[in-house]
């Protein structure tokens, strides 16, 4: 693919930088950054990104000396490249043989040219330092094209976007001085004077621009003291003991001044920045006086804190907020208090009141919080026993909200009854169940038959076996055939799931490595999959329009045919002599359509007649394994798995929907067609696509 | 002098997604919270680290107001609240508080179908931001905290779209939202009262577009349906669950039973009902011709439009189908597409705006051979057509709500710079008022003069009569004396003794004394005449007196003289004012100290 990409960029080349509008997608740009950085990652050695791409060489002074003319997102998108490509030393070595860089990073050139005031040439020029700020040669540059001052200008910009790029940068800066200093002190390397110099009157300059602009001097002032406190927060938070002792040296009396000035609207900020100090124990820098004044402030954010905790406590308030919260801090406490024995009667009768009340709440908020709620509880067994009594209480409630107007409540109300469920628990399944059944084919929202499904999959995984679930086994062939029907595919997501614990179940399919597997067993494992529409779920599910459907169906149906129809030899169209002869009839109309295709059952020659023969129907067999019986055709099931091309789906199931027109080639593509319908737009107005909501 | 400031995240200078920050009067309000569909990342959502760093939201939020359920106005909303972290209230009116999840849900869908992500937003967390969210009626005020109240206008463009004035104080702004100043087939057009906000935030998207009329726009759609139709074709339109969608269905429901049409039509999602139940539920929101035959037939009840099942794509013969997702990015809609563009019988129309790294961007912009999965060639023979349906107000009709609004203040979002630099112009020169229009991440900065209304009492305005002015003309302002007092939050001017009684006090005067020593060889009374004379002649136009008591008085300031015993020739001047001339009582005591001039007789 990028070998391709790399014939077509140097067109995507031209039309950019002959480009005098901008394109009509804003992100093509940034996503054809993202392709570069994503190359730059890749590359071992510093391979640079000129190596592979030449033509960007001539691509930047070629959109940068016809700046006035160029649109000033490309000159942006030209800034951040230069930057990428300078990254590595190679890359640097490259652009500055051709004085690129100098060209590129000179401010005094886009202020006459009146560009600067565009904020995104300054995002652009950060941004694009920024990359390359990443080995000395590029801090070298940095400094003796005295570009500092410059940035520190940006620091207070009026656009908080290169406000807080400038921000970012600062921070980097001294980070990579700190980095490159203990590197090369742990290394033993002889550094070039030169270098040293660099990273110390960087580090220098910028400690002493941050003490001063803590300064608070008049109000333009209190931004840059807010700015310097970020930058502060940033640094303490990351930078090593050398720096930070230093940093904190350099600043402590400008803080102090600062807490006393007693400016409310730093106090955020500066608690922020006493906290990465605090963090690396080094607050003894400030001295105690101010600390405690601190503290005071602390105190008080703590207490406004505590006294919502305390508000919580009271569930009898009728605000949601506050009811959602004590559900939330009860359910904590719950879950923490190990003596449940100090649990009042009075407690749990308000306890019951309060449920009671709120399940019917005229608001879905609060029934749906309060639903939430019991099925959390329920969770906890003994507890909610303990705090609610009999579990009848809590799921007569909860059997009472399945009819809520409100598909959330009706969910949260089917998931908690899924927490209610036990082992052996039949009292009063029937009614619910095909309660159930109802929502599952009725229901016009995806949450409630999502839950239903989540329902079935609970009780499933409860259940030691399937004679002690009766009622969940009759139930299985409905909820698969509803759920791989759904409109949903969540819903068909859920259903897979079930249908995995079916196959899943202990002896419902032997061991793939199993010594002995009996074909006797292997028939009665199969036919019964087959029985109960499992086989079937999966076979739509591969077919279905949305990927994790196919994905998941695909995954099972693979683990199904190497599990019980292993290939012989690795010879696809050959079976094993003792493979399980098991056929089940598909559909004519629908997805088994499209599984037709696949299997390549109409298209087929009649004439032409397998070897397969079904040992397990004695009827004559057709071609392909399959027998046309009307609108329905029998299958051999073993014979199916292995001509639907399984592993060649899954390779194209595992990749997003989107990976084709989402790729570097597909953008490259779009901005070539982009960039000649921009002239086609220019000459036919009228053609105009206009970008608006969606 | 206090100031509004305004700084868009979002929608400064683009029509990318919406996020804009107001403050004003010290509260800070977040004015939509909307999602760009181009990135596959975070990049999507905007940066909240620009409003508060460590996530803290909640401490610098007072609101976020939503203006309308589209995803590039309320489509970050679960990330910012659940993710992010934000505990505060969310407004947006009911109809948009209904269908808002929907569409997020079908978003989160579509993504994760798509994609597979993980760092996304669940259900769950669309379901707790929105029990987060308080509803707002039309025209109701709704009072945030004491000082901040906020009011939702009708603003058309889709079902439950506002507009909302934000006030505090006397100071004010109106954030537009998107907004149609023509009525469609549905809804009406957007209103707003005289309210005269000192910043009316506009959207701008056809700033500098007169639209033809949504008729022909209409007539030209349903022709492009009905002549594929007629020649077998099949017809495709990909679409978001809502919005768009019920105007078109409406649109092809009137044109198949106009034209007694037999080919069926299909909505391939089940979110038709559930929308069609909320259309309905919400029928006060729609215009006034759909409310007045609501009782005769409801407009939702669709006859002609049926459930879609996948099998239906490979019937023979003509058929409309609705599919999402809007943008051939992923599931129904991208399955049809494929069995149907190498038929050039068949149509697909896309009714809205498709972002780069979808097809249907692609054949949007002339692509005829897209590639597929395997490197396969998919041959797109169908027709394309783009139909642009959306309802914003054209130049127009934003010049038209400012002139209903009279704003002091334009502030344009929501739009391309070029064209709505060209708007700008527009707007100072008609209305002579500042336009500004900043790009995401720069704050317009607006001083506001807030005027406070003060009642005055008829006692203190008859007195001032009295006195001999004429009565108050507010083009000759002059001064007069009374108390401001504050009751039930209103501001009343009364006289002072009016004042004691309704706040129930008694009065008190205030004096204050000072010793003023001074070398003066003369008698008492002769240096107590040599102060008279001295100050006659440095204060003109004051009322002295030199009583008979042995005072000097000046307004209400008293001077005595006495001398102390040891040294007959050192005075003490005694001086004592009440706190009214507290400025003249501190002049003259430093007057007096530099002594009196020699030569007074």
Same mark, same amino acid.
């Given at each position: ?694 | ?189 957007? /209103? ?63 044109? /198949? ?27 006060? /929101? ?316």
């Amino acid at each position: 693919m990028d070998r391709e990409c790399v014939t077509v960029l140097p067109r995507v080349c031209e039309v950019l930088a002959a480009s005098g509008s901008s394109l009509p997608d804003d992100t093509s740009l940034e996503k054809l950054l993202d392709w570069f950085t994503m190359f730059n990652l890749k590359q071992p050695n510093g391979f640079s990104l000129l190596e592979a791409f030449p033509c960007l060489l001539d691509f930047i002074p070629t959109v940068v000396n016809n700046s006035p003319a160029s649109d000033a997102s490309i000159l942006s998108f030209t800034l951040k490249l230069t930057g990428l490509i300078s990254a590595t030393e190679n890359g640097f070595k490259v652009l500055q043989e051709h004085s690129l860089c100098d060209l590129v990073f000179d401010p005094q050139r886009w202020q006459e040219a009146g560009l600067w005031k565009d904020p995104c040439i300054r995002i652009g020029w950060i941004q694009g330092l920024r990359t390359m700020l990443q080995h000395s040669k590029a801090l070298g540059f940095f400094v003796q094209a005295d570009l500092i001052e410059p940035l520190l200008h940006l620091h207070t910009d009026t656009s908080l976007f290169v406000a807080s790029a400038a921000n970012h940068m600062l921070a980097h800066i001294l980070l990579f001085c700190q980095s490159e200093n203990s590197q090369n002190n742990s290394k033993h390397l002889t550094v070039p004077v030169e270098t040293k110099q660099n990273y110390s009157t960087v580090t220098v300059k910028l400690c002493e621009y941050l003490k001063k602009s803590l300064v608070l001097d008049g109000t333009s002032a209190l931004f840059q003291s807010h700015q310097a406190l970020k930058v502060l927060a940033l640094l303490l938070s990351r930078a090593g003991p050398d720096l930070r002792d230093r940093l904190l040296l350099t600043v402590s009396d400008s803080l102090e001044e600062l807490v006393t000035t007693n400016c409310s609207q730093l106090t955020r900020s500066l608690m922020d920045v006493v906290q990465a100090a605090h963090r690396c124990a080094s607050l003894c820098m400030l001295n105690v006086r101010n600390k405690e004044m601190l503290k005071e402030r602390l105190v008080d954010i703590k207490m406004s804190a505590v006294t919502r905790v305390f508000i919580t406590v009271c569930v009898w308030t009728g605000v949601f907020q506050v009811l959602q919260k004590s559900y939330r801090t009860l359910m904590k406490w719950i879950s923490a208090c190990a003596d449940l024995s100090s649990i009042t009667d009075q407690l749990r009768k308000d306890l019951i009141q309060v449920v009671g009340k709120r399940v019917c709440d005229v608001r879905w908020e609060v029934r749906d919080s309060t639903v939430e709620f019991l099925g959390h509880l329920a969770g906890l067994c003994d507890t909610s026993e303990v705090l609610l009594g009999d579990r009848c209480f809590t799921v007569s409630l909860l059997k009472e909200a399945l009819q809520d107007p409100e598909s959330y409540v009706r969910a949260s109300s089917i998931s908690a009854l899924a927490q209610t469920l036990a082992p052996s628990w039949q009292q009063g399944a029937v009614e619910l169940v095909s309660r159930l059944h109802e929502i599952l084919s009725q229901d016009t929202e995806g949450f409630s038959r999502r839950a239903v499904l989540q329902y079935f999959i609970t009780w499933f995984s409860l259940c030691p076996s399937p004679t002690s679930c009766s009622l969940l086994m009759q139930s299985m062939h409905a909820v698969l055939s509803q759920g791989s029907a759904d409109l949903d595919w969540e819903v068909k997501v859920h259903t897979l799931e079930l249908a995995e614990l079916l196959m899943d179940r202990p002896g419902a399919h032997p061991h793939p490595y199993a010594v002995t597997s009996n074909k006797s067993d292997l028939v009665g494992v199969l036919s019964t999959l087959v029985d109960q529409g499992v086989f079937l779920v999966l076979l739509g599910g591969l077919v279905d329009c949305d990927r994790p459907v196919g994905l998941k169906a695909c995954q099972l149906l693979m683990r199904l045919r190497d599990s019980v129809c292993p290939l012989l030899l690795g010879d696809q169209r050959v079976s094993a002599p003792d493979e399980p002869g098991v056929s089940c009839e598909l559909p004519g109309c629908g997805w088994a359509q499209e599984v037709r295709k696949i299997l390549g059952i109409e298209d087929a020659d009649p004439a032409q007649k397998s070897d397969v023969v079904d040992p397990g129907d004695d009827r004559k067999p057709e071609q392909g394994g399959v027998r046309d019986e009307g609108c329905m055709v029998r299958v051999s099931v073993c014979e199916v798995l292995r001509s639907l091309g399984l592993d060649a789906r899954l390779s194209v199931l595992t990749q997003s929907s989107d990976h084709v027109h989402n790729s570097p080639m597909s953008l490259l593509q779009d901005i070539l067609t982009a960039g000649s319908r921009n002239t086609q737009l220019n000459s036919e107005p009228g053609l105009e696509v206009i970008v608006d909501c969606y | 002098m206090p100031e509004i400031k305004v700084t868009p995240l979002g929608a400064g200078q683009d029509v990318g997604r919406s996020c804009i920050l107001v403050s004003i009067g010290g509260k800070n309000i977040m004015l939509d919270c909307g999602m760009h569909m181009g990135y596959n990342d975070d990049r999507r959502f905007p940066d909240f680290s620009y409003v508060t760093q460590n996530g803290r939201l909640t401490d610098f939020l007072d609101c976020v107001i939503i203006s309308h359920f589209h995803l590039d106005h309320c489509g970050a909303l679960p990330y910012m609240s659940e993710m992010v972290g934000y505990d505060g209230p969310i407004y947006m009116t009911h109809p948009t508080k209904a269908i808002c999840p929907i569409l997020l849900e079908d978003f989160r869908k579509i993504t994760v179908d798509k994609k597979g992500e993980t760092n996304f937003f669940t259900s769950q967390m669309i379901k707790d931001c929105m029990k987060k969210v308080v509803p707002l009626n039309l025209h109701q005020t709704v009072q945030v905290d004491d000082e901040l109240e906020i009011k939702a206008y009708y603003a058309g463009h889709v079902l439950g779209a506002a507009m909302v004035q934000i006030k505090v104080g006397s100071e004010s702004v109106v954030y537009t939202g998107d907004y149609n100043m023509t009525p469609d087939r549905h809804l009406g057009a957007a /209103w707003i009262d005289k309210c005269r906000p000192d910043i009316l935030i506009s959207e701008s998207t056809y700033a500098t577009t007169i639209r033809d009329s949504k008729r022909c726009r209409e007539r030209d759609f349903l022709k492009k349906v009905h002549e594929s139709i007629e020649r077998g074709g099949k017809v495709l339109i990909p679409v978001f669950a809502l919005g768009r969608a019920q105007e078109l269905c409406i649109l092809l429901e009137t044109f /198949w039973e106009r034209m007694n049409l037999k080919a069926p039509i299909y909505f391939s999602t089940g979110l038709t009902e559930k929308a069609n139940h909320y259309y309905k539920l919400f029928i006060t /929101w729609t215009n006034q011709k759909i409310r007045k035959t609501f009782v005769q037939r409801n407009m939702f009840e669709f006859k002609h439009i049926k459930a879609f099942d996948r099998s239906y794509a490979d019937n023979p013969g003509p058929m409309v189908v609705f599919a999402t997702p809007g943008m051939l990015h992923a599931g129904q809609s991208l399955q049809i597409f494929k069995k149907w563009a190498g038929n050039e019988k068949n149509m697909v129309i896309m009714p809205g705006y498709c972002v780069q790294g979808t097809i249907g961007h692609k054949i949007l912009n002339g692509q005829r051979k897209l590639e597929m999965e395997g490197r396969a060639t998919l041959d797109v023979k169908l027709q394309v057509e783009y139909m642009s349906f959306s309802a914003h107000a054209d130049a127009k009709g934003i010049m038209q709500l400012i002139r209903m609004a009279e704003p002091r203040n334009m502030l344009l979002v929501h739009g391309e710079a070029a064209k709505m630099e060209f708007l700008k112009g527009k707007i100072e020169q008609e209305f002579s008022i500042d336009c500004y229009m900043p790009a995401n991440g720069e704050t317009a900065m607006v001083t506001t003069n807030p005027s406070v209304p003060v009642d005055m009492s008829l006692n203190l305005l008859k007195r001032e009569m009295a006195l001999g002015g004429p009565l108050p003309d507010p083009k000759k302002p002059r001064t007069m004396h009374g108390t401001l007092i504050m009751k039930e939050n209103s501001l009343k001017l009364v006289s002072s003794e009016q004042a004691l009684k309704e706040l129930g006090l008694n009065e008190h005067q205030l004096r204050f004394t000072c010793r003023v020593q001074l070398q003066d060889p003369h008698s008492d009374p002769d240096t107590l005449h040599r102060v008279y004379t001295h100050l006659k002649s440095v204060l003109k136009g004051y009322t002295i007196q030199h009583l008979p008591d042995g005072t000097v008085m000046v307004e209400s300031i008293v001077i005595k003289v006495s001398s102390s015993a040891e040294d007959v020739n050192a005075k003490v001047l005694l001086l004592s004012w009440s706190y009214q001339d507290e400025d003249l009582g501190s002049f003259l005591s430093s007057l007096l100290k530099k002594g009196l001039p020699p030569g007074l007789c």
